[in-house]
């Protein structure tokens, strides 16, 4: 069955210092796969997609078939990263056209000054 | 441009009262439309999916149910709220394919008393 794992509840750096959130999944298919975050107060939004290979706010992640992870690393945090980061895969199943949107637990992440 | 509105904000309800949470999306046409929970430790749950009028997935059992009577219109419904049914309710959508990008709602919180 498809999933995503973030082992990490909660996660606290200082700033300036580098931060990696885990991402794992588990998917017999080709994935794609996002990071979501959610600042204080506000909506659940688009990070990153593996796809674009895009750095977002300093954020990156890169895709490890291999490993089957999807890690988001950024080498200097910020204060203003402090939120809550979901990992998701969209998946496909039973030859339909469309996927769904499948999350993790989310990871809160807390950047100390 | 595209909106989701989700109401209400929040909602406190006695066990076996009838629930209704509506969504709509504005800007768009035939969007992939869904119903996640957001429950405390347990991350994002997708509870519903939906690719059209009518057409409803349902992720897990539970004692809620969903319907889409309109395009852009996506209602959770129950018949008799549970104690376990507390949680944050987030109405969600997407259209295309390829790593589309999922817009939420502010979301719902419920608790049931």
């Known amino acids: 069955a498809q999933r995503v794992t973030q082992p990490e509840k909660l996660l606290s750096v200082f700033k300036g210092a580098p931060v990696e959130l885990k991402c794992n999944y588990s998917?017999?298919?080709?994935?794609?796969l996002f990071w979501y975050v959610q600042y204080s107060r506000q909506r659940l939004q688009l990070l990153l997609r593996?796809?674009?290979?895009?750095s977002i706010k300093g954020f990156t992640a890169d895709l490890n078939k291999g490993e089957t992870s999807f890690h988001l690393k950024k080498p200097f945090a910020q204060e203003e990263d402090s939120a809550m980061y979901y990992c998701?895969?969209?998946?496909w199943g039973g030859g339909t056209s469309y996927g769904k949107l499948t999350f993790g637990q989310g990871t809160i992440l807390t950047v100390h000054p | 441009s595209q909106t989701i509105h989700q109401w209400p904000a929040t909602l406190v309800q006695p066990v076996g009262s009838p629930l209704s949470l509506e969504c709509t999306v504005e800007?768009?046409?035939?969007?992939?439309l869904y119903w996640y929970r957001q429950a405390a430790g347990r991350g994002l749950q997708l509870l519903f999916y939906?690719?059209?009028?009518?057409?409803i997935s349902s992720e897990v059992p539970q004692n809620l149910s969903a319907s889409r009577p309109q395009d852009r219109q996506f209602i959770l419904s129950s018949k008799k709220l549970l104690l376990s049914d507390s949680g944050f309710y987030l109405c969600?959508?997407?259209?295309?394919?390829?790593?589309?990008?999922?817009?939420f709602g502010q979301g719902t919180r419920l608790t049931v008393v």
């Open positions: 939906s690719v059209g009028i009518g057409q």
């Open positions: 998917y017999s298919g080709s994935p794609e």
């Open positions: 998701a895969l969209r998946y």
């Open positions: 969600a959508w997407s259209v295309g394919r390829v790593s589309a990008e999922a817009f």
């Open positions: 593996h796809i674009s290979r895009e």
């Open positions: 800007g768009t046409s035939n969007p992939n």
